[in-house]
């Protein structure tokens, strides 16, 4: 439930959002825990293996969906996305598969 509200924001300026709202989901514990809003820049570019395209965090610590995404890479597959979705996968599946897969619905 604390990742219905959370709200990412890409720029133009290659700059990822995240806003939290009230709570983010840790991996440590698999619970609701204090909010982690903050901003990282990505990289952008082609898929490394199945995707659309991916994205990468460059700040360390960031992150999309949960504390544990993809933590050594924080690379973001795009599997497919229209104006209203967007499906991620964490992680390039080349140094340690997926994480997990997240849909992203428009505001």
Known sequence: ACQSDDEYTFSDANVLTYDAK???FSANGFSCQAPQSGTSPFAF???A???LAQF???RAGAFVGTTDASPT???Y???SIDAQHM???SGSGLNGGTVFTIK???K
Do not use: H, S
Request: charged share 20%.
């Open 73 to 75: 890479e924080r690379v």
């Open 87 to 89: 499906v991620l996968r």
């Open 45 to 47: 570019g082609p898929a």
């Open 49 to 51: 293996g199945t995707g």
């Open 56 to 58: 990468t965090l460059t």
């Open 77 to 79: 597959r795009i599997l």
């Open 104 to 106: 992203m619905v428009a």
């Open 22 to 24: 009230a709570e983010t």
